[in-house]
């Protein structure tokens, strides 16, 4: 029996977990588990939550564990799972295992421990399982008489060195191909090439973040950032982007990059050009995956490759200033907060549930002139939800016990999502040449989930299943 089997990201889009296990009488059950990822917000997974990460699910059989991207969400509990004692290997695209040590580096040192040499032994260990597999080629996990299994990563155009998973099970005389699709990305992001399809999925574990929705064209989208910024900037005020550190902040940058490049002279606002307006990175890690997205060039796609041939530096401009110490962050929060100098900040989290973002919205929200500009997805139960379900009306959002009146204006815009809108979704499945026989929808929210679910059974899929 091959069985699939979820310990996270079903009731909701954070803590992806999902296990793939061969069951016979004999030898003892053998399988692999897709991510391991953090829960945000309010979200819980599989007896576990955001207050109690142990690995709480027998993992004796699990013999590697496969990282599809490396945002917090899908690996942030990896040391949690070494510590439940899980000795494997741990498989993912050659740009994620460059990525993966600085990524749970960070998250080690807010939830884990200050220790630095517990750290060091941490990564140093997590470097030692990580196997580098190159996007096309399959990798055999195990093959043992009566059972195999073999695993094949194929580009999600998510963030970079992101991949979805297409498993090749052999139990017995049963022999399936199992395709889990991680975190997919929209077409035309910039920097990354889009997924295709899947050759063939009998059954298809599916993303469904935006499966109740489409985003705007990277056009419309692109021209609406430019807009909401000339309109931010016109009183003289701070934009504060709330953005992840991998991906958003890289795509936002490139896109940033471009609008200067093209209204070089034009005023964003009276009396300032598009070529002197200034960027703020204010995240060490964002500005280290920046440098890391700067170096993976091969990687990029060919419009990006085309821009460096040309002599520009789409994540390196001139205009764009990194900030890394506590010292010059909190010098920044205090100069932005009180200058009337037009400005554009990005800072993390994403969903403004921690980091150097919070004391900007603190300093910042109570404020008209300034705006805060979402680019992605916020959990509810997020900060980051809240002042987009409360700021539009003028209410207020809590940090640290303390209430924060909205007088900021806030906006979205929606496709620096990194995440595939509903279209892309239907199109990824309707490339399969042959539908699959049942289709797991996990990672969205219950009404996107069912959303998606009926639009699929219109379309005449079947063996639609949302796992809880
Ligand atoms: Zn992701």
Known sequence: MIKISHHGATSGVTGSCH????????????????????FQGAEKGDGASASNLSVDFPIDHIRALVVTHVHIDHVGRIPYLLVAGFEG???????????????????????????????????????????????????????????????????????????????????????????????????????????????RADRLVIESTYGDKDHESR?????????????????????????????????????????????????????????????????????????????????????????????????????????NSHENHLNAVDYLARSHRPCVVLAGSGMCAGGRVVNYLKAMLGEARNDVLFVGYQAAGTPGRDILAYGLRGGWVEFDGERFDIRASVHQVGGYSAHAGQSDLIRFINGIPEKPAEIRIVHGDASAKQAFKQHLESLGYSGILIPD
């Open 219 to 323: 056009e419309s989208r692109r021209y609406r950032l430019k807009a909401i910024l000339e309109r931010a900037l016109a009183d003289g005020g701070t934009v504060l982007i709330p953005a992840f550190s991998i991906g958003r902040t890289q795509e936002l940058l490139y896109e940033i990059e471009g609008l200067i490049h093209e209204f070089g002279n034009d005023c964003v606002t009276d009396g300032l050009a598009w070529d002197d307006l200034e960027i703020v990175v204010d995240s060490p890690l964002a500005a280290e995956f920046t440098s890391i997205y700067r170096q993976l060039k091969p990687f990029w796609n060919g419009e990006a490759a085309d821009l460096v041939r040309q002599g520009r530096h789409p994540l390196s401009f001139e205009q764009l200033t990194v900030i």
């Open 19 to 38: 296990e793939l296990t061969l069951h016979s009488e004999q030898p003892p059950p053998a399988g692999i588990l897709i991510d391991c990822g953090l």
């Open 89 to 199: 290997p741990i498989i993912c695209s050659e740009p994620s295992a460059i990525m993966l040590p600085e990524i749970l580096e960070d998250a080690l040192k807010i939830g884990f421990t200050r220790d630095k040499q517990l750290i060091e032994r941490v990564l140093s260990l997590i470097r030692s399982r990580l196997v580098p597999v190159p996007y096309g080629q399959w990798h055999e996990v195990f093959a043992e008489p009566g059972r195999s299994l073999s695993i094949r990563l194929q580009r999600a155009g998510h963030i970079l060195g992101s991949a979805y998973v297409e498993c090749d099970a052999v139990s017995g005389d049963k022999h399936e191909r199992i395709v889990f699709s991680g975190d997919l990305g929209a077409p035309h992001a910039p920097l990354l090439q889009e997924p295709a399809s899947p050759e």
